[in-house]
């Protein structure tokens, strides 16, 4: 079983589906015979040829509409957006069709598309490289929202949303991509969507968060045992639809939650689980839920990046906060 990095690991993911699946295609801009910006589709061009792995113009609106069309007509189009700075143009796209598609047909067409995107930031990138909207993409009934936080999620989920029947935005953290390795078996089998992931069980608190905050809050989660703190630690992954279920019942047996995540705190899909838990969990909580989030305003150069982000002590700060009520 080789070791990969987060990047490589969706490379894998890609050529494994690509190969097991004639109708998987690839498309974006850059993703042929330079291998993508990050090099994910690296050699995915030299392998499956140009009519498989598809150079578009720099056009990110008419790379989701081409893919809706491709999904529509029976491929499985796995489309590029380079930086979700610029996903925007491509909403239209995923709210008047690819998540309408369905419904709008009365069943008779499914839209199988997958929406890749690098998020987030800590890789000093200029303005719109490093945003996470991951919450305003999640309001859209009728589509999956997908953000994996190690190699071997990567690897399992990318798999799951491409052979799912339905459209999928897959959300990569830009700067997990090769921050970390772990083992990753390329054995083609998939993880399960809409599903939380538990890193770690603990009987005091439940730290909840996704994506690239998931290193800090482990972090935190370390740093609490020393204190004589057991936190538990639960990577949601699948944001949309959202596994309550698992989030409910861990905070229900420890009583306390803080919610991490880089996004902005106002309207973040942190805000979603709160409410949630209030509804479903009210009587089991010991302290007000804590949030943990990036600041209301727009992702800074990279000089402050540092103090935007949710950083390990902040996670563990909200934490012993939670923890001070009786």
């Known amino acids: 079983m080789e070791e990969l990095n987060l990047v490589q690991a969706v490379n894998r993911a890609l050529a494994r589906a690509m190969a097991d699946d004639p109708s998987v295609v690839v498309l974006g801009e850059d993703v042929g015979r330079d291998g993508g910006v990050f090099r994910a589709t690296d050699g995915l061009w030299t392998r499956f040829g140009d009519e498989r792995v598809i150079d578009t113009p720099l056009a990110e609106a008419a790379i989701a509409g081409v893919a809706v069309g491709m999904a529509a007509q029976g491929l499985r189009p796995v489309a590029e957006i380079q930086f979700t700075g610029f996903i925007y143009p491509p909403i ?12 709008r047909t009365r069943g008779r067409l499914a839209c199988p598309m997958v929406l890749r995107a690098p998020c987030g930031g800590g890789i000093h990138a200029p303005e719109h490289h490093s945003e996470s909207p991951e919450a305003m993409l999640a309001q859209i009934p009728g589509l999956r929202v997908v953000l994996p936080s190690s190699p071997a999620r990567a690897y399992g989920l990318l798999l ?5 029947p339905d459209p999928v935005v897959f959300l990569e953290p830009t700067r ?60 949601v992954a699948t944001l ?71 950083s390990t002590q902040r996670i563990a700060a909200a934490a012993r906060r939670a923890m001070g009520f009786a």
């Open 92 to 103: 239209d796209q995923l709210v008047n069709h690819a998540s309408r598609l369905r419904t």
């Open 240 to 310: 949309h639809p959202l596994d309550q279920e698992t989030i409910v019942a861990a905070v229900r047996r420890t009583g306390r939650c803080v919610i991490a995540h880089e996004a902005p705190l106002s309207g973040g899909w942190g805000a979603e689980i709160a409410a949630r838990l209030a509804e479903h969990a009210f009587a089991s909580l010991l302290a007000p839920i804590q949030r943990v989030a990036g600041y209301d305003t727009v992702m800074p150069l990279p000089r402050l990046e540092a103090h935007y982000l949710p």
């Open 160 to 164: 799951a949303a491409i052979r799912d």
């Open 176 to 235: 997990l991509y090769r921050a970390l390795r772990e083992p990753v078996d390329d054995n083609g089998e998939a993880l399960p969507l809409d599903r939380c992931f538990v890193l770690r069980e603990g009987k005091d608190i439940t730290l909840v968060t996704w994506g690239a905050t998931v290193v800090e809050t482990l972090a935190a989660a370390e740093l609490l045992a020393g204190e004589g703190i057991a936190a538990g630690v639960i990577d």
